[in-house]
């Protein structure tokens, strides 16, 4: 499926563009849902229901992104350079919905309340590591070289955009690692 937005994306906008632009983005956010009464029962559905990263374990909201790119080939004499780079950043968050929130206390509600704050706040550092990546990919695939040949150049932008991406995923792990998945910055409810 992430394929398919990027290809209709791909075709609906690559024209020669002059310079750099933003990189295009399509952010998607869906929902798993816990019901409760209590602080310790939301939790633990949310401890269970909530959504699994690489490391096996469950965690209250996730941001996963992908950065893709295009460009096409220019032909100067005997090399072959860059020109019509496209990236497209593809950001999908997963959030837990309270199904019963109407029926909550006061202070249950509140503190659900703090507790979705800061989760957003944690989640949106992840979007923030998916679109400087896919500008600094952008930036990095138009200051490549021309080569000796269009294979070559292949391989020096795949190897470029790959190494950004790279850069970045290790961003999100230490942010990951530092706040302990959001709840050292208050996305706990417990």
Not at 142 to 150: E, T
């Amino acid at each position: 499926m992430r394929r398919l937005w990027f290809t209709g994306l791909l075709a609906a906008v690559m024209c020669p563009m002059p310079g750099m632009a933003e990189p295009l983005s399509r952010m998607h956010t869906s929902y798993y849902y816990v019901g409760g009464s209590s602080a310790s029962v939301l939790a633990a559905q949310i401890d269970q229901s909530g959504p699994q990263d690489a490391d096996g374990k469950h965690h209250p909201g996730m941001t996963r992104w992908d950065v893709q790119w295009k460009f096409n080939h220019k032909q100067e004499g005997e090399t072959c350079g860059v020109k019509d780079v496209l990236v497209a950043v593809g950001i999908t968050r997963t959030l837990p919905k309270w199904r019963d929130e109407e029926k909550g206390g006061r202070a249950l509600k509140a503190r659900w309340k703090k507790f979705a704050e800061a989760l957003a706040r944690y989640l949106d550092e992840h979007k923030e590591h998916g679109l400087k990546a896919g500008a600094d990919i952008e930036k990095a695939l138009l200051a490549i070289q021309p080569a000796s040949n269009c294979e070559d150049l292949d391989k020096a932008v795949n190897a470029a955009g790959e190494s950004v991406v790279v850069k970045y995923r290790k961003l999100g792990s230490d942010y990951d690692r530092d706040t302990d998945y959001g709840r050292k910055l208050g996305a706990t409810l417990l």
